[in-house]
């Protein structure tokens, strides 16, 4: 017999489902479309320490001279992005989940100690419920982010008829340089959440394929401390 | 003990739905993959694959709503304007042309077809702006043109008629550049037939005699060397739409 908890809600799993390969697309459209401008690089006068992207790199994807077709998927895609963000916060909102995600009076606090313990430098972690304070203020910024996202790209896309918005982000060049940014934080993002995914386990990961995640007996052997936060959610809850 | 968060299963229960879940993530990204391959293997209208270039007709239908000759492209003091202007493009710019013999021929009705020399449009006000000219390749530019507003040329030359249509069509002299733009933005207060660039008459490079500027449009649709216009129901031909691009090209 296994005792298992409930996790995300059906709804959450198909949002972030549906949000991976739409955000494939926007990124590979993307890169389609940057390369017919791709001017940006980290570096300073004339010395480029890394250019965006490397011909190499280009090459290797087969993105040259595919601008056209970047930009139809873009404007395409666009709108399921658009679409499955705003469904995902607005149920946020209405099912009281944004309670367990939006970094609370503490998080900022937590969040350090989160960071020290991941890192190894410090054992043990603060209570937390579903996520802890790290994990609130990283997925509260991924929603902020993909908001920016939809304004930069608006701003870029329209920027004579949403010229309000294209001089609010900075004009013209910096709304596109800010939405190549964001885009670069997103792809960050996406590594470092693979990562910790990895490193979370299994049960974790199961977690938003099925919605539970099952919880060892506790005082049983091979109990890690994921089983202990989910004790802790448990003595939370009651 | 128990809240009602948690259940007590058997560990048969634990792996069918564990496996059922994961075959079902399976069949969701196995769809994802098919139907990106079902899109790119759709037949291509004007270089697109028909549901990405019905999108774009979508999209210039929802956008098109929202534009105003009230909303105008940003303008510039004389001194942000470059002094050498980005050549783009020479499509239509043959090298036999002979713009002493150029008229621009203006297609009032069929056998109607009005010709005015360049000094006939000179003969009209003059407007001039400085605005951020954006490629449709991503790069923008600070820029100084002169011309006759498209709009005072309808006036002047009587053509309130025609430019009730949906569609303004204009062609190089070699027909081997053209561009189909809606009435509507032709008609915008910044749209000007230009024959200046940094105050001094076009360079040959950019469109002498006479070219457009549309500051509501990517640069695809700022023809240069402009040889004929007229005014459509039907979308007329477009170089770079037939090339895969979108059609409205509306910024």
């Given at each position: 017999m296994k005792k298992i908890i409930k996790k995300h809600p059906l709804a959450i799993r198909w949002f972030h489902w549906l949000n991976f390969p739409i955000l494939a697309v926007m990124i590979w459209s993307g890169l389609l479309i940057y390369w017919a401008n791709d001017v940006y690089r980290v570096g300073w006068g004339d010395k480029?320490?890394?250019?965006?992207?490397p011909d190499t790199f280009n090459k290797a994807l087969n993105i040259p001279y595919r601008l056209a077709e970047g930009m139809s998927l873009h404007f395409f895609f666009m709108w399921l992005f658009a679409i499955n963000g705003i469904l995902y916060f607005l149920y946020l909102l209405f099912s009281k989940e944004y309670k367990l995600i939006f970094p609370n009076k503490n998080s900022f606090k937590e969040a350090w100690l989160v960071l020290l313990h991941d890192l190894h430098i410090k054992k043990g972690l603060p209570p937390q419920k579903k996520y802890n304070a790290a994990q609130r203020i990283a997925y509260t910024g991924i929603i902020i982010m993909g908001f920016f996202m939809l304004l930069t790209g608006l701003a870029i896309y329209k920027p004579v008829q949403l010229y309000w918005l294209c001089a609010m982000l900075g004009g013209y060049e910096w709304a596109r340089a800010e939405h190549f940014i964001f885009t670069i934080l997103f792809v960050l993002f996406f590594l470092v959440h693979v990562i910790q995914v990895i490193l979370a386990g299994w049960n974790n990961f199961r977690g938003m394929v099925t919605g539970f995640e099952v919880i060892k007996p506790?005082?049983?052997?091979?109990?890690?401390e994921t089983n202990n936060l989910t004790e802790t959610i448990i003595l939370n809850d009651e | 003990m128990m809240n009602d968060e948690e259940k007590i299963v058997t560990d048969a229960q634990v792996r069918n739905k564990t496996l059922l879940s994961m075959l079902f993530l399976l069949v969701f990204f196995a769809g994802a993959v098919t139907g990106w391959k079902w899109l790119h293997k759709q037949p291509k209208d004007e270089g697109a694959p028909r549901p990405l270039r019905n999108a774009l007709i979508a999209n210039e239908l929802i956008f098109e709503n929202i534009?105003?000759?009230?909303h105008t492209a940003k303008t510039f003091s004389?001194?942000?304007?470059?002094?050498r202007v980005r050549v783009n493009g020479d499509a239509g710019?043959?090298?036999?042309?002979?713009?002493?013999?150029w008229k621009l021929e203006v297609i009032r009705n069929v056998n109607d077809t009005l010709r005015l020399s360049l000094d006939e449009i000179k003969a009209l006000p003059k407007t001039e702006i400085i605005f951020d000219f954006k490629c449709i390749e991503g790069w923008s530019q600070v820029t100084h043109w002169g011309g006759v507003r498209f709009s005072d040329f309808v006036k002047k030359y009587g053509l309130d008629e025609q430019a009730k249509l949906q569609f303004t069509g204009l062609v190089t002299p070699d027909m081997e550049y053209y561009v189909g733009i809606d009435t509507k933005s032709m008609m915008h207060p910044q749209t000007l037939l230009c024959y200046e660039m940094n105050g001094a008459p076009l360079p040959m490079n950019q469109g002498y005699p006479l070219r457009l500027i549309i500051?509501?449009?990517?640069?695809?649709?700022?023809?240069?060397?402009?040889g004929s216009l007229f005014f459509s129901s039907q979308r007329p031909k477009d170089y770079w739409y037939e090339r895969g691009y979108d059609y409205y090209c509306g910024l």
């Amino acid at each position: 017999m296994k005792k298992i908890i409930k996790k995300h809600p059906l709804a959450i799993r198909w949002f972030h489902w549906l949000n991976f390969p739409i955000l494939a697309v926007m990124i590979w459209s993307g890169l389609l479309i940057y390369w017919a401008n791709d001017v940006y690089r980290v570096g300073w006068g004339d010395k480029t320490i890394l250019k965006f992207f490397p011909d190499t790199f280009n090459k290797a994807l087969n993105i040259p001279y595919r601008l056209a077709e970047g930009m139809s998927l873009h404007f395409f895609f666009m709108w399921l992005f658009a679409i499955n963000g705003i469904l995902y916060f607005l149920y946020l909102l209405f099912s009281k989940e944004y309670k367990l995600i939006f970094p609370n009076k503490n998080s900022f606090k937590e969040a350090w100690l989160v960071l020290l313990h991941d890192l190894h430098i410090k054992k043990g972690l603060p209570p937390q419920k579903k996520y802890n304070a790290a994990q609130r203020i990283a997925y509260t910024g991924i929603i902020i982010m993909g908001f920016f996202m939809l304004l930069t790209g608006l701003a870029i896309y329209k920027p004579v008829q949403l010229y309000w918005l294209c001089a609010m982000l900075g004009g013209y060049e910096w709304a596109r340089a800010e939405h190549f940014i964001f885009t670069i934080l997103f792809v960050l993002f996406f590594l470092v959440h693979v990562i910790q995914v990895i490193l979370a386990g299994w049960n974790n990961f199961r977690g938003m394929v099925t919605g539970f995640e099952v919880i060892k007996p506790s005082g049983s052997p091979g109990l890690s401390e994921t089983n202990n936060l989910t004790e802790t959610i448990i003595l939370n809850d009651e | 003990m128990m809240n009602d968060e948690e259940k007590i299963v058997t560990d048969a229960q634990v792996r069918n739905k564990t496996l059922l879940s994961m075959l079902f993530l399976l069949v969701f990204f196995a769809g994802a993959v098919t139907g990106w391959k079902w899109l790119h293997k759709q037949p291509k209208d004007e270089g697109a694959p028909r549901p990405l270039r019905n999108a774009l007709i979508a999209n210039e239908l929802i956008f098109e709503n929202i534009f105003s000759n009230n909303h105008t492209a940003k303008t510039f003091s004389k001194k942000s304007a470059v002094p050498r202007v980005r050549v783009n493009g020479d499509a239509g710019m043959s090298e036999d042309f002979d713009p002493s013999s150029w008229k621009l021929e203006v297609i009032r009705n069929v056998n109607d077809t009005l010709r005015l020399s360049l000094d006939e449009i000179k003969a009209l006000p003059k407007t001039e702006i400085i605005f951020d000219f954006k490629c449709i390749e991503g790069w923008s530019q600070v820029t100084h043109w002169g011309g006759v507003r498209f709009s005072d040329f309808v006036k002047k030359y009587g053509l309130d008629e025609q430019a009730k249509l949906q569609f303004t069509g204009l062609v190089t002299p070699d027909m081997e550049y053209y561009v189909g733009i809606d009435t509507k933005s032709m008609m915008h207060p910044q749209t000007l037939l230009c024959y200046e660039m940094n105050g001094a008459p076009l360079p040959m490079n950019q469109g002498y005699p006479l070219r457009l500027i549309i500051p509501v449009k990517y640069g695809v649709k700022h023809i240069k060397r402009i040889g004929s216009l007229f005014f459509s129901s039907q979308r007329p031909k477009d170089y770079w739409y037939e090339r895969g691009y979108d059609y409205y090209c509306g910024l």
